[in-house]
Nanobody, 116 residues
């Protein structure tokens, strides 16, 4: 049974930082490309960043230079370090597998709110 548990969100002022974590179980985490996604109110869920099993990373243009994705395969955990946050980063953040893997069941996500 796939389980993805995101944590680390919260309320932060603009310019601040947060580190998100995603504990994964029920998937072959070590061989999967994993990604962070976000969904802002009234908008579709979009990918923020991804990382392959070989730790090749890819970022959406709007987070390049500010966010860093990483993974610990021994702990089946995915991370997202977010710096220089802006109110536009406010969203629920989710983790899941990423292309070429089809995302499976979604977790509850973790809310990130950035105040101006």
């Amino acid at each position: 049974q796939v389980q993805l548990v995101e944590s680390g969100g919260g309320l932060v002022q603009a310019g601040g930082s947060l580190r998100l974590s995603c504990a994964a179980s029920g998937i072959l985490f070590g061989i999967k490309t994993m990604g962070w996604y976000r969904q802002a109110p009234g908008k579709q869920r979009i990918m923020v960043a991804s990382i392959t099993s070989d730790r090749i990373t890819n970022y959406a243009d709007f987070v390049k230079g500010r966010f860093t994705i990483s993974r610990d395969n021994a702990k089946n955990t995915l991370y997202l370090r977010m710096n220089s946050l802006t109110p536009e980063d406010t969203a629920v953040y989710y983790c899941n597998t990423a292309s070429p893997f089809v995302p499976g069941p979604w977790g509850l996500g973790t809310q990130v709110t950035v105040s101006s």
